[in-house]
């Protein structure tokens, strides 16, 4: 089972490693210590736990979508008809195409907290190696 070190965990999680730190020393998280004293968290342990933080999403309560990246708008760009709009949901960019009437409707402009609602029939998945032991 891989384990994760306090500041691998935080940068999954999207928060700092004194974040990840306190909730482990709450009981919020649970960890355990190697022969050095340093604290990993269980892969498991730490999937629980972010599932649980998805379940208190308010928005899976009235939509089907399940895939939420809560950010900023980082960039828009209109034209007479569409408008691009960026937005910044912790290390993720996610970039959408609309029409520029929904863009003017829910008043997007840069710095405005907006949440990117991603439904698609085709998701590819990555692994990388260096983020487990």
Do not use: C, Y
């Amino acid at each position: 089972m891989p384990t994760f070190q306090i500041s691998e965990a935080a940068d999954l999680l999207g928060v700092s490693a004194d974040t990840v730190r306190r909730w482990v020393d709450s009981g919020r998280l649970a960890a355990t210590r190697d022969a050095s004293g340093r604290r990993h968290v269980d892969g498991a342990e730490l999937a629980a736990f972010m599932r649980a933080g998805a379940d208190e999403d308010p928005g899976r309560r009235v939509s089907s979508a399940r895939n939420r990246f809560r950010g900023l708008v980082t960039q828009v760009v209109r034209d007479q008809v569409m408008a691009s709009v960026e937005i910044q949901a912790g290390p993720h960019r996610v970039v959408s195409l609309m029409s520029r009437e929904a863009a003017d409707e829910l008043g997007l402009e840069i710095g405005s907290a907006a949440t990117a609602v991603v439904k698609s029939t085709n998701v590819i998945v990555e692994t990388t190696g260096e983020l487990h032991a």
